[in-house]
């Protein structure tokens, strides 16, 4: 958007026939209901300087945000459940039922939130690294004071499990906290895992958590209007086969179809690493040392979608006002998601996925016909290629036998804390980790967020170490995503920063 508002001719140029990448929608159960097929949650998108620049833009072309006043909650097997509010006197009250000195913890972290959040958050808009995050380390520094400024260093190099027990008591309460890290590859026990629960438990609550309207493909369509209306286009079901490369600088890209098209600026590839250069750029053309990173860059777990349309809200044991909330993690403790993480890690399928229930048709009646449901489960996380069952009940080792007995047990996970929600099912569509990577070739081997997210492939090193700022070893060839910096989270600031760039 930004290249087409300074008078570049754009072309994006797409192999699926649905545009957006994991930032799509589809009727994937039954006529009328629209799913988010991989990403949903746009908080971080609404925060983006993409968002604030191109805001008029965005609603003009029939972008719209629907958000509720519950952001999140996590249920548990008793029958009871955690619910984040946004009014701050429920809030409060929620967290006292579980814990009073948990609420008064809940307290001090929001005024620390107030006090960190705004630096944190200038750091992640920043190329990495950049003589911009020095001076920003170094403001936040002044500003903070040097005890203040290594809490916040010490958070942003934390365990989830490690942030929570210093804060809170309950593990109702921390499991709040906990589930947020496994929304990229980041079990509790994993180093600088507290950074995005820090981030998403206390935003969530002051900002909603919000879905676009009629599906996140509404968002990509006001993204793709804007770009024609600049003289730019869109080309859908049109794959790269290679960029062409002459004389050390890439000059353009050739299709499956046999044509070619012609770059005269850049070519810019939304491709993560491991799928750019050798598939589509010949290993010949970049030097060893650098193709030897792109040899180690290390994927995550695995991700399994299930969709679901229901004739009716889950009903939640802990109460209908359960159903209001945007998300709902059934990830039980910390333990749990920890036990999960491993199980996923080395292979086996987990005894108890940790899952992720979006509930996007409460917040917005226009996905789903009057008087049914959407749903949206997200399972974190599976192995890409599993060798066994942590829980001694299944045999089969491929997807393909694994779809059905496996989605039994995600579906009897959500039974158990909402008897009855098996009857209300209507239709089912499962994409398991080979499903993610056909329907999207970034996310390899199921992983969702296009890459390890622990810390030595991260901040600077992401994707690897001395290529974090979107530029290549091919002259006009850059490449951005949630491979690269900043990473997973819908922040669109990849693209953002790779244009400041270009410009």
Known sequence: MMLSRAGWKV?????????????????????????????????????SDTFNEFKNDFFANGF?????DQPYASVFPDGDAVCGYMDPQKMIDELSRQSPNDAEAWKQLLEEFNRFSGHLLGILKMPMP???????????????????????????????????????????????????GFHLDQGPDVAGGAMFPYLEVPLDYMNGLAFSTGGIGKMMDAMIA?????????????????????????????????????????????????????PLVDEGELPGSFMRKVKGFRYGAATMMVHLAMDGPVPWAAGDHISKCSYVHCGFTTDDISRTYYESLLGYLPTSPMLVVGQQSRLDDSRAPEGKETLWVQVRAVPPIPKGDAAGELTAT???????????????????????FKERILATHVMTPPDMEKDNPNLVGG????????????????????WSRYRTPLKNLYM???????????????????????L
Not at 30 to 41: C, E, K, S
Not at 150 to 171: A, T
Not at 406 to 420: D, Q
């Open 226 to 278: 804007f770009i024609k209306s600049k003289g730019g286009d869109v080309r859908l079901g049109a794959a790269v086969t290679k960029v062409k490369v002459e004389n050390g600088k890439a000059v353009g890209v050739e299709l499956a179809d046999g044509s070619a098209l012609s770059a005269k600026k850049a070519v810019v590839a939304s491709v993560t690493p491991p799928k750019l250069f050798g």
């Open 447 to 466: 992983d969702s967020v296009s890459g390890s997210h622990h810390l030595d492939q991260h901040f600077m090193f992401r994707p690897f170490a001395g």
């Open 480 to 502: 951005i995503g949630q491979s690269t910096w900043p990473g997973a989270g819908l922040s669109a600031a990849s693209g953002y920063l790779c244009a400041k760039d270009l």
């Open 130 to 180: 950049s003589a911009g995050v020095l001076r920003q380390a170094y403001k936040t520094y002044r500003s903070l004071g040097g005890s203040d400024f290594w809490d916040l260093v010490q958070i942003l190099l934390s365990s989830g499990r490690s942030f929570v027990d210093s804060r809170f008591e309950s593990e109702k309460v921390k499991a709040l906290f906990t589930p947020w």
């Open 64 to 68: 719209g945000i629907s958000a509720g």
């Open 398 to 420: 491929n997807w393909e036998e694994l779809r059905e007995p496996y989605t039994e047990r995600v579906l009897n996970k959500i039974e158990s804390v909402a008897p009855g």
């Open 11 to 47: 072309l994006v140029v797409e192999q699926s026939d649905v545009p957006g990448g994991a930032s799509k929608s589809r009727e994937l159960t039954l006529p009328g209901y629209v799913h988010d097929v991989h990403a949903a949650n746009i908080g971080f998108f609404l925060g």
